[in-house]
């Protein structure tokens, strides 16, 4: 009896470490079907390709904050963490060519890539592809 419960609390102590950590990591990232729904918006999209462990993606999501807010109703933008096995965002990074993180791949409303940019940007240099983004 004792045997079976010590192979019992080691059994507990492996297996729900685990499901925790996939039950907090499926909820962290975005939604396959939102990068779907994207590019069937007829608006402009930037894909942000960045890893938690990424000092300068920290950066700038600084920077990306309050464009988000400021222009939520103008374009979609949605992160894609490169350090997901998630098939749809394989196919995006390899598609973009994506090598270095942070990456902003900046897609027009016909779904045209415009721009890309490599590691962080300022206030005014994200502004500037942004504004280039809704007016093309």
Same mark, same amino acid.
């Given at each position: 009896?004792?045997k079976?419960?010590?192979f019992?609390?080691?059994t507990?102590?492996?297996?729900?470490?685990?499901?925790?950590?996939?039950?907090?990591?499926?909820?962290s990232?975005?939604n396959?079907?939102?990068?779907?729904?994207?590019?069937?918006?007829? %608006?402009?999209?930037?894909?942000?390709?960045?890893? +938690?462990?990424c *000092?300068?993606?920290? @950066? /700038?999501?600084?920077? !990306?904050?309050?464009?988000?807010?400021?222009?939520?109703?103008?374009?979609?933008?949605?992160?894609?963490?490169?350090?997901?096995?998630?098939?749809d965002?394989?196919?995006l990074?390899?598609?973009?060519?994506?090598?270095?993180?942070?990456?902003?791949?900046?897609?027009? %409303?016909?779904?045209?890539?415009?721009?890309?940019? +490599?590691?962080? *940007?300022?206030?005014? @240099? /994200?502004?500037?592809? !942004?504004?280039?983004?809704?007016?093309g």
């Open positions: 009896m004792n079976y419960k010590n019992l609390v080691i507990l102590i492996i297996i729900v470490p685990v499901i925790l950590y996939y039950a907090f990591k499926s909820g990232v975005d396959p079907i939102n990068i779907a729904q994207a590019f069937t918006s007829k %608006k402009p999209v930037v894909l942000d390709f960045s890893s +938690e462990l *000092l300068e993606c920290k @950066e /700038l999501d600084k920077v !990306l904050k309050p464009a988000i807010e400021k222009y939520n109703n103008k374009i979609i933008f949605e992160k894609i963490p490169i350090n997901s096995n998630n098939p965002y394989e196919k990074i390899e598609e973009h060519g994506v090598n270095v993180v942070p990456t902003l791949v900046f897609i027009d %409303k016909k779904g045209k890539t415009i721009q890309i940019t +490599e590691g962080s *940007l300022t206030k005014e @240099e /994200l502004e500037r592809y !942004l504004n280039k983004l809704i007016d």
